[in-house]
């Protein structure tokens, strides 16, 4: 099993362009998540879903959007990059077991720059 | 909203032990989190109190007081592999369902 995946792993982007990022997960997972992590700071939510075709915002929704036409994936959109979305992204699974802490499982992660 | 507080950097040396404390504000609150994440890597899951007192998993043990909205993870017989990032993150089921919110991290170097 893969567990959880994230593709691309890099990612170079010019101001202005979009780009979609995949987060695919063979856990049976209902819950996913996507956060971004800048240096010397944590993980701030993105938006995440509790189920296939749900989606809701998190900490720092602006400037991206979310879809989840199918449970075992999860898609991030930036429609029109900026340089302040440079960051490291992390999508997360779990089973929504609240007695066992939500435990996350992580992808790799996508580095993506934005000039 | 939420806010977690934790110290930004920990240094300790290789065989002792070290305490990284966390406190939180959030209105959902179900448990506290922990999570180690090493440079380059995704984080991982370490352990979870959702009720008072302390949990013991080898070497490390997480402790939980709800009334002073207080955690800490505490780490025994420090090794150089634990020179890593340590989060501590809530549970929060207000609204939307349940999600994770992370604190900021602390750096943890472990000396020789």
């Known amino acids: ?115 | 909203g939420q806010s977690l507080e934790q110290p930004s950097e920990v240094t300790a040396v290789e065989g002792a032990i070290v305490q990284i404390n966390c406190t939180y504000q959030t209105s959902g609150f179900y448990g506290l989190s922990w999570y180690q994440q090493h440079d380059g890597g995704a984080p991982t899951f370490l352990s979870y109190n959702a009720l008072d007192g302390l949990e013991e998993t080898g070497r490390f043990s997480s402790f939980l007081s709800r009334s002073d909205s207080y955690g800490y993870l505490l780490l025994q017989e420090l090794q150089m592999k634990d020179s890593a990032s340590y989060f501590c993150a809530v549970l929060d089921g207000n609204t939307g369902g349940f999600k994770t919110i992370f604190g900021a991290g602390t750096r943890l170097f472990v000396k020789a």
């Open chain 1, 1 to 115: 099993n893969a567990g959880v995946t994230q593709t691309p792993k890099f990612r170079v982007l010019k101001t202005g362009q979009s780009m979609t990022l995949l987060c695919a997960q063979d856990m049976n997972h209902e819950y996913m998540y996507w956060y971004r992590q800048d240096p010397g700071m944590g993980l701030r939510l993105i938006h995440y879903s509790v189920g296939e075709g749900t989606t809701a915002k998190g900490e720092v929704p602006d400037g991206y959007n979310v879809s989840r036409l199918k449970k075992q994936n999860f898609l991030l959109g930036l429609e029109s990059a900026a340089p302040s979305q440079t960051s490291v992204y992390f999508c997360a699974t779990t089973h929504w077991e609240v007695e066992q802490g939500n435990e996350q499982f992580f992808g790799p992660g996508t580095r993506l720059t934005v000039l």
